[in-house]
């Protein structure tokens, strides 16, 4: 049976590591909120080898979306307190309001249209918890790739194809998850 959705919200809500990040993340009351990225591919691609536990990403991705404040400073105040609440990790805040200017695009409307705008399909899954402790899946090309193990480019990465195999050398997938099938 494949997986879903709801199988990557039970693989994140059993790792008591990933449910710390995601309580701390959230005591920020960010708008429109997830962590994605490695956090969630890597914990899914590590379940899917047997790998247990998880390999912790080097970083880890909290997107939001607030478009009447986009300064880098807000972000790095973010990722201050989150430094204080869970120090030694490598917390990567940012708002997915301001995230087109230097790719040359028009205002994303919010955190998962800016996730579109990814290399990978397979790095556009993030997951949020919510106030009842309940994990939102946010997929705006939805978790096929990702629960299949196929790593595919975003019609977006279809035109940075060499920043797309830069990025899975220079990360290592190849090595790290051997059943994962790579695709132009």
């Given at each position: 049976m494949a997986l879903k959705s709801d199988d990557i919200a039970a693989i994140?809500?059993?790792?008591?590591t990933a449910l710390a990040q995601l309580r701390a993340a959230r005591t920020l009351a960010l708008p429109d909120w997830c962590i994605a990225a490695g956090f969630v591919r890597n914990r899914v691609w590590d379940h899917l080898h047997g790998i247990s536990p998880p390999r912790e990403p080097?970083?880890?991705?909290v997107l939001y979306y607030d478009a009447a404040d986009l300064s880098k400073e807000r972000e790095a105040a973010y990722e201050k307190r989150l430094g204080a609440l869970l120090p030694g990790l490598d917390w990567q805040v940012r708002n997915q309001a301001r995230m087109h200017v230097w790719k040359g695009l028009p205002q994303h409307r919010d955190t998962a249209d800016?996730?579109?705008?990814?290399l990978e399909t397979v790095t556009a899954v993030g997951v949020r918890l919510e106030a009842d402790?309940?994990?939102t899946v946010i997929a705006p090309l939805g978790v096929d790739d990702l629960v299949n193990l196929r790593c595919r480019p975003t019609t977006f990465?279809?035109?940075r194809r060499?920043?797309?195999?830069v990025r899975i050398a220079a990360k290592?997938?190849?090595?790290?998850w051997p059943k994962v099938r790579f695709f132009d």
């Open positions: 994140v809500g059993r790792d008591p080097p970083d880890i991705d800016a996730m579109i705008y990814w402790d309940s994990l990465g279809r035109t060499d920043e797309y195999e290592r997938w190849r090595e790290l």
